[in-house]
C-alpha cells in the first residue's frame, strides 16, 4: 500500500477580499508559527491579491494559489490571467474546474483539461475539482458523475507531483450542508480506484485528494479522518482566520 500523501488544506477565498482584509491572513500567519501542522497550507486569493498575499506569507510555510487560469499561456483574451501570469505573481498551484467555474462559466472537462495542462505547463499545481449535483445524487449517479469528470479533466501527464484532486459534491459547497464520512468514503475510495486506472503506476495512490463542502472546525477532524481524505478545500470558512485555524487544527 502506498504511504498516505502529506495531507493539504487549501482555502479557497472565491470573489473576496481586499486588500484591507488582510489582517485575517496575518493573524493565521501569526497562529501557524506557533502550531507547527502537519499538514501543507495554501490560500488561493483572487488574482487582484496573489501578489499581496505572497509578500505577506513569504517566510512563512504558507502557500498561494490562484482559482482559474486560461488554457492559453498569452494572447488575443481580454480579462483572461495565464497560468504563467499566475505563476509570476506568486501562485504555486491553480484550481482548474471549480463547481462555481463549471457552472457560471459553462466550462466544460475539455477546458478543465486544457487548463490543467497549461498549469502543468508553467511548473505548478493543478487542483482539479471534481463532484456531482444535488439531481445527479438523487438519481445514483454520484460515482458515474465524478468517473466522467476525472477522465475529461485529467491531462496525461498528471502526476502526484503536479496534481490534487478535490471532490466536492455541488449541493455541499456553501449550503452547510456536509456529506456524510460514509459519502465521503464511498467517493473518495472510488477516485483513487480511477487515479490508479488513469495515471502511471503508482501515481494514484500518492496523489492527495481533497474533500470540500461545507467544510467546518465543528467537522474537520471527522472528515479529515476518512480514509483517502488527503485534506480539505475551503471556501467560507477560509476567510476567517480562526475558522481555518479550526479546520488545521485536525492536524496539529
Ligand atoms: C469551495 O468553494 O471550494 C467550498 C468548498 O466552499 P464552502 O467551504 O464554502 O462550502
Known sequence: MAKAPKPLIAGNWKMNGLQRDLGEL???IAWMRGASPSCDVMICPPATLISDVKSLVTGSRIKVGAQTCHAQDSGAHTGDISAPML??????AVIAGHSERRADHKESDKQVRAQAEAIHRAGLTAIICVGETAGERKAGKALKIVS??????????ATARNTVIAYEPVWAIGTGL??????VARVHRHIRTRLGALMPAGEGGKVRILYGGSVKPENAATLMGVANVDGALVGGASLKAKDFQGIISAYV
Open 26 to 28: 496575518r493573524k493565521l
Open 87 to 92: 505563476k509570476n505573481a506568486g501562485a504555486s
Open 148 to 157: 466522467a469528470q476525472l477522465k475529461g479533466s485529467l491531462p496525461s501527464g
Open 178 to 183: 456536509t456529506a456524510t464520512p460514509e459519502d
